[in-house]
């Protein structure tokens, strides 16, 4: 663990409302990326990169967590799937429905928590989600929700990285996907990093063993989706290395 998370930082008393507050503010400019990584080379790769891992030539339930703007939910439906994302930050859902509408995709969206799904259990044929775990105050409970709603022998793919850690050793650059993200608001997501403690876990280490103890019959780590999707210095690029945790019920 790095010693600058030794930094005296004040923790809010409501970590969830803080994470929503945070998510909320960011929701407009945040749409507007997607939209655009919807419009650029990512789109291809991301889609290549979601359907590997799927079987070929059938329609699946798709549950994406955490779904921000409706990146992965308008992708796995633009390619024959019935996805449902769900998001804490009723401002990101309403953001994913305009962008779902705007390029006509049926994607449906709610508001709910990635740690207490309402769905029933074997409701989901996948889970997908892309860096949600980092910012979770319960992961391990997160992930206990994913497998339970996971029909037998369905997937997880959740694509993260340690972002906390990261932050705290990443090199200037003129070109990511934080670029243009307000300094308040990056001191505010700075804050998020030190109340989790997920930001002081090994990962996908953890990852992997917390998944195995709760049961899920296999489970993979992919340390090279990083070098591959985000192999240049764009306005989507994410310094710190993205890892895939791919788990089976």
Not at 15 to 37: D, G, M, P, Q
Not at 105 to 113: K, L, N, P, R, Y
Request: with cysteine; proline share 6%.
């Amino acid at each position: 663990m790095s010693d600058s998370f030794d930094k005296i930082v004040e923790i809010p008393t409501d970590k969830k409302e803080y994470i929503t507050s945070y998510w909320s503010e960011r929701a407009k400019s945040f749409r507007e990326l997607r939209e655009k990584e919807l419009h650029s080379p990512k789109e291809l790769l991301w889609r290549d990169e979601l359907l590997s891992h799927l079987p070929n030539g059938n329609s699946l339930s798709i549950l994406d967590i955490g779904c921000g703007a409706g990146f992965f939910s308008i992708l796995l439906s633009q390619a024959g799937h019935t996805s449902t994302g769900i998001d804490l930050t009723p401002e990101m859902v309403a953001e994913s429905q305009y962008l779902a509408e705007q390029v006509q995709s049926i994607a449906t969206f709610q508001v709910m928590d990635a740690e207490s799904l309402d769905f029933p259990e074997a409701s989901f044929d996948v889970v997908v989600a892309r860096n949600v775990t980092w910012n979770l105050p319960h992961p391990d409970q997160a992930y206990a929700e994913w497998l339970r709603v996971l029909k037998p022998g369905g997937i997880l793919l959740n694509y993260d990285a340690e972002h906390a850690k990261g932050h705290h050793h990443r090199p200037e650059m003129l070109h990511n996907a934080h670029a243009n993200v307000p300094t308040e608001l990056l001191d505010k997501c700075h804050t998020m990093y030190h109340m989790l403690e997920i930001s002081r876990y090994d990962r996908p280490m953890w990852d992997h063993t917390a998944l195995l103890n709760l049961g899920a019959s296999s489970c993979e780590i992919d340390t090279t989706v990083g070098p591959r999707i985000y192999d240049t210095e764009d306005e989507f690029y994410i310094p710190v290395p993205m890892f895939l945790v791919k788990a089976t019920k």
